[in-house]
C-alpha cells in the first residue's frame, strides 16, 4: 500500500524488555556480591505479609498513567505524522478523528495489529494483575482464582485499550492520527484486549512450565535472568512500570538466589490452592480467533481475527455470536480494503465435555466490505497548510475515494477443539462457508467467502 506520510510504528519499545533486565542488573547495587567473589548474593524471599484483598487502584492509576506516557512518548518521538497531528484546535481535529472511524483494517502491518497491540493488551493486563491482591499470586492452571484473576484483567484491558484509540489521552486526541486515511479502522479495539489475554496467558504457562524449571536446573542468574525476560516480556514491561526489576515475580523470590527453589530448599511465596473443577460442560465460552478467509474469484485473501462467545442452552445445543474482520491482501498498490463480519446463531455440539470434541454452527448476521482507492498524486498537490489543518477529513475526497457495501449474511460449518483442561482448549480449525447479500465494489463481488479459524477457547463455569 503506497502511503506518503510514515506509517505509526508502535511498541518496538516492548522488545527492550529483553535487554532491561541485563543493564538493570549490571548497576544494581543491591545484587552485587561485595566480596568480588563468583558465588551470586542470596536475596531473601518475599514476605508472607497478611494477604490483602481488592485491588490497590492508586497504584493501577499511576503505573497505567507511566504506561500511557511510554507509548505516548514515544508516538511523538518516532512519527512524524503525530507531531504534525498535535497542530491546531483540539476539539475539530479530535471530532474528526472519531467520526472518520470505519470497517476493520486500520492501514498497519500485520504483525502491529496482531502482535503489537496483543503485547499492549498483555501489558496492560499484567499491571492489573501487579495490583490485585486477591488473585495477583494464582498461577496458570485450573484453578478458579487464576481464570477469575485473569478475566477481570482483561475487563481493565479492554477499558485502556479504548482508552489508548479513543479517549481524552489518545491517538485520536494526541496526533488526530485517525482522521485521516488508511488509520480508520475498528481492529485495535477487539484485538487488543482479547488477543492480550492470550498472550498473558500464554506467558505464564511459559513461566510456570518452562522458565521454572529452567531455575531449577542451574544457578546461573545470568542465564535465569533471561529465561524470565526473554520469555516474560509483558511481565517485565508492567513490573518497570510499578518501579520493580523487570524479573520481579510475587509467586517466588528472585534471580540472585544460590540455592534452587524448586530443590526445597528455598521455597516461593504463598501458593494459592488449586481446586478440582466440577463436572459437566461449560456454560459459558469465550474463543479468540485468527480469522483468515479465502475470497473465491477475487484474486484477494483476507488476513485478521475475532472473537466469539457461546452461551448454553442444552447439553448439546448453544447460540453463538461473533464478531471479526480481516484485511484485503492481493489488492493493487494504491488500493486497500477490508472486511468484517457479526454473527449470531446456534451451534450443535457432539461429545460435550470430551478431551475431543465436533461441532457444527450456522449463522446469520451482517457483512461489511470496504475499499479505498488512493491517489498519491492529488495528496502530494495539496498545499502543506491543507494536509495538516485539523480538518482534513473536508479535503478527503480530493485524495482518496472510498466505497462500501453492508448486507445480509448468512455461515454454515463446523470444526474440532481439542480440551486441554477443564478451563481451556484449543480450536484446531474451524471451517465454514459464508455468503453475503452484497454489492460489487470496484467491479469485483465479495458475496462468497470461505473462513477458516483457529484459536484459544476460554471455558467458564467448570472450575
Not at 518496538?12 to 544494581?28: E, I, K, M, T, V
Request: with cysteine.
Amino acid at each position: 500500500m503506497y502511503k506518503t506520510w510514515p506509517m505509526k510504528i508502535r511498541f518496538p519499545g516492548f522488545f527492550l524488555c529483553l535487554l532491561f533486565p541485563c543493564l538493570l542488573a549490571a548497576s544494581d547495587p543491591a545484587h552485587s556480591d561485595p566480596s568480588g567473589g563468583a558465588n551470586p548474593v542470596i536475596a531473601p524471599a518475599p514476605q508472607t505479609a497478611e494477604r490483602k484483598e481488592g485491588v490497590d487502584w492508586n497504584g493501577l492509576i499511576l503505573q497505567s498513567v507511566n504506561f500511557l506516557s511510554v507509548e505516548h512518548g514515544f508516538r511523538l518521538l518516532t512519527e512524524p505524522g503525530t507531531r504534525r497531528g498535535m497542530r491546531g484546535s483540539f476539539w475539530p481535529g479530535y471530532s474528526s478523528s472519531i467520526r472518520s472511524l470505519h470497517g476493520w483494517a486500520d492501514g498497519d502491518p500485520f504483525y502491529v495489529n496482531y502482535v503489537g497491540h496483543p503485547m499492549m493488551g498483555a501489558v496492560a493486563g499484567q499491571i492489573f494483575v501487579n495490583n490485585d491482591h486477591r488473585y495477583r499470586n494464582a498461577e496458570f492452571g485450573k484453578s478458579r482464582e487464576y481464570w477469575k484473576g485473569r478475566l477481570r484483567a482483561t475487563a481493565f484491558s479492554f477499558l485502556y485499550s479504548t482508552q489508548f484509540e479513543l479517549g481524552p489521552f489518545s491517538e485520536a486526541s494526541l496526533g488526530k492520527i485517525q482522521r485521516t486515511f488508511p488509520q480508520q479502522g475498528l481492529v485495535d479495539l477487539v484485538i487488543t484486549p482479547f488477543a492480550g489475554l492470550g498472550w498473558m496467558i500464554a506467558e505464564d504457562a511459559l513461566d510456570k512450565y518452562f522458565v521454572k524449571r529452567v531455575e531449577g536446573w542451574t544457578t546461573n542468574s545470568w542465564i535465569r535472568l533471561l529465561a524470565r525476560g526473554g520469555l516474560g516480556p509483558t511481565k517485565s514491561m508492567a513490573n518497570l512500570m510499578r518501579g520493580e526489576v523487570p524479573w520481579r515475580r510475587d509467586t517466588r523470590p528472585g534471580i540472585f538466589v544460590a540455592d534452587s527453589y524448586l530443590s526445597g530448599r528455598a521455597q516461593p511465596a504463598a501458593e494459592v490452592v488449586l481446586t478440582e473443577p466440577p463436572p459437566g460442560v461449560a456454560p459459558f465460552e469465550f474463543t479468540l480467533d485468527f480469522l483468515p478467509e479465502f475470497l473465491p474469484g477475487t484474486g484477494a485473501t483476507c488476513y485478521g481475527g475475532g472473537a466469539s462467545a457461546a452461551f448454553r442452552l442444552s447439553y448439546a445445543w448453544q447460540l453463538v455470536g461473533e464478531a471479526g474482520g480481516c484485511k484485503l491482501q492481493g489488492l493493487r498498490v494504491d488500493l486497500t480494503g477490508d472486511s468484517m463480519t457479526y454473527l449470531l446463531g446456534p451451534q450443535y455440539t457432539f461429545r460435550a465435555g470430551r478431551r475431543l470434541t465436533t461441532h457444527l454452527n450456522l449463522l446469520a448476521g451482517g457483512h461489511k466490505m470496504t475499499e479505498e482507492l488512493f491517489y498519491p498524486g492529488k495528496w502530494n498537490a495539496l498545499p502543506e497548510k491543507m494536509r495538516t489543518s485539523p480538518d482534513i477529513a473536508k479535503y478527503r475526497d480530493l485524495y482518496v475515494r472510498g466505497e462500501e457495501t453492508n448486507g445480509f449474511a448468512v455461515a454454515a460449518g463446523g470444526g474440532v477443539d481439542w480440551k486441554l483442561n477443564s478451563a481451556f482448549s484449543l480450536r484446531i480449525a474451524d471451517v465454514r462457508f459464508r455468503h453475503s447479500w452484497i454489492r460489487p465494489l470496484d467491479g469485483v463481488n465479495y458475496s462468497n467467502g470461505i473462513q477458516f479459524s483457529t484459536g484459544l477457547v476460554l471455558k467458564m463455569g467448570t472450575w
